[in-house]
């Protein structure tokens, strides 16, 4: 039996589904949210919530949501406590047998998959998409990668290749 739908929720339903994922981010800090493929969305697991903390927001694909959300925590408990990893620099040890690498994913792109989070962290929230490898094989994106498009870790960012991002603090915006 599938989940229903939020079409198929009462108002009273949705409202405390509202009340309960607020209550996570009030204690915990932010919440971590699975999503199943649709006909138009590969499955995801994403954050909301760490945009309070003046903090991106996450988004992976293509792992088991026990797997994501584990992956997440240990992201988010990373950029809590910096010093945080700069965007495009491969990451090892945050992921079992794999490497990791963070890219920036514009909002407008990044909306649909961000949904819970777009309700409940602050206006401008950034995104961060959360890319795994093999150690010493190519991420989404770089030369050499075997995915296929429609495969289970899109690339969602408009960038030809993530090693072309500067190397910027993720931690924190810097002040105004």
């Not at 925590?73 to 491969?90: D, T, V, Y």
């Not at 206006?123 to 989404?140: D, N």
Request: aromatic content about 8%; glycine content about 8%.
């Amino acid at each position: 039996m599938s989940a229903p739908s939020a079409d198929e929720l009462t108002p009273d339903e949705i409202a405390r589904i509202r009340r309960d994922i607020n209550h996570v981010i009030e204690t915990q800090g932010w919440i971590t949210l699975s999503a199943y493929p649709s006909e138009t969305l590969p499955a995801f697991t994403c954050t909301a919530g760490l945009g309070r903390k003046a903090l991106p927001e996450l988004l992976v694909f293509g792992l088991f949501p026990e797997e994501a959300r584990a992956t997440i925590k240990r992201f988010a408990r990373l950029m809590l406590s910096g010093p945080c990893p700069a965007l495009g620099e491969r990451l090892s040890g945050l992921l079992d047998g794999a490497d990791a690498m963070l890219v920036e994913v514009p909002h407008d792109i990044a909306a649909p998959y961000m949904e819970v989070a777009l309700e409940f962290s602050p206006k401008g929230f950034r995104v961060l998409q959360l890319l795994w490898a093999k150690p010493l094989e190519p991420f989404p994106g770089e030369a050499g990668y075997s995915g296929e498009p429609g495969s289970s870790q899109p690339l969602i960012t408009l960038a030809v290749r993530p090693s072309r991002y500067r190397a910027l603090a993720l931690c924190r915006d810097p002040p105004a």
